[in-house]
């Protein structure tokens, strides 16, 4: 049984179309970029996978059943969901932050468990973020925030993480760093779709890819399947070279100055 399965999915934003004819299967947990240009639908069509949106035509199926006939705690309990930005308006220590990943779990009123206290400990110490856990979310950089709301729906034990742009505005060291934490979690049986922006980021951490173009997808499969010198210029509008990285061999793109 696939993990998650669209079938003819189309959305529309009043007359505008923005996603049309999406299918694919995602049959082992694995990650997934979602890369294209700006306006091609990438989050689109991650709000359609996390049942934020609801499609005009056709379905998403998590597990075998389709997303919107779920309750919206069944939801979260399978997929957690890291926006580009997230604000507080409050001052909230980065524990209180992902305790609120909890919320799922917990009834009305209920006050957290140990099992609720433990599972904050956990994920945070996998997202190396335990020693952050009494400052301030709003008083933290861009990197060390960008972890703590991975830990936040970490802490929701989801099966399917969903992430847009989680690397944008962090400069290179926290890259990696998150990237290598959402690598990691597909060893811990967790399915994760990222959209990205850095191509050749996608192609060194991502193990399967989805390019997008005015809201299709054009091309689907590894990095070294889908990063030609052809799709790249459909996708982009730009002529590239394409040569090996060194270290991990896979496709590594070089934009033309043309």
Same mark, same amino acid.
């Given at each position: 049984?696939?993990?998650?399965?669209?079938?003819?999915?189309?959305?529309?934003y009043g007359k505008i179309q923005a996603l049309k004819d999406i299918n694919f299967k995602i049959e082992d947990y694995k990650m997934v970029g979602i890369l294209g240009s700006n306006g091609s639908g990438k989050t689109t069509l991650l709000k359609?996978?996390?049942?934020y949106l609801k499609p005009s035509k056709g379905n998403v199926f998590i597990m075998g059943k389709s997303i919107h006939k779920m309750r919206s705690k069944d939801r979260a309990m399978?997929?957690?969901y890291v926006p580009q930005d997230m604000y507080f308006d409050f001052e909230f220590t980065s524990y209180d932050v992902v305790m609120m990943g909890r919320t799922?779990?917990?009834?009305?009123? #209920? %006050?957290e468990t140990k099992k609720d206290v433990n599972s904050v400990r956990d994920v945070m110490i996998l997202t190396n973020t335990w020693d952050?856990?009494?400052r301030y979310v709003n008083e933290l950089s861009g990197g060390q925030r #960008? %972890?703590?709301y991975i830990a936040r729906a970490l802490a929701q034990e989801p099966k399917i993480l969903l992430l847009d742009e989680p690397i944008s505005h962090l400069d290179?060291?926290?890259?990696i760093e998150v990237l290598s934490i959402l690598k990691q979690l597909t060893t811990k049986n967790i399915l994760v779709f990222a959209v990205l922006h850095d191509i050749n980021l996608s192609s060194q951490f991502c193990d399967f890819i989805l390019l997008m173009k005015d809201g299709e997808i054009i091309s689907m499969g590894t990095p070294n399947e889908v990063l030609t010198v052809e799709n790249i210029k459909t996708a982009f509008s730009v002529d590239a070279d394409i040569i090996r990285n060194p270290i991990t061999d896979t496709p590594l793109i070089i934009l033309s100055k043309k």
């Open positions: 049984m696939s993990i998650v399965n669209v079938e003819d999915l189309h959305f529309s359609n996978i996390s049942g399978i997929i957690g799922p779990y917990l009834k009305r009123f #209920q %006050r952050l856990k009494d #960008q %972890r703590v290179v060291k926290y890259q």
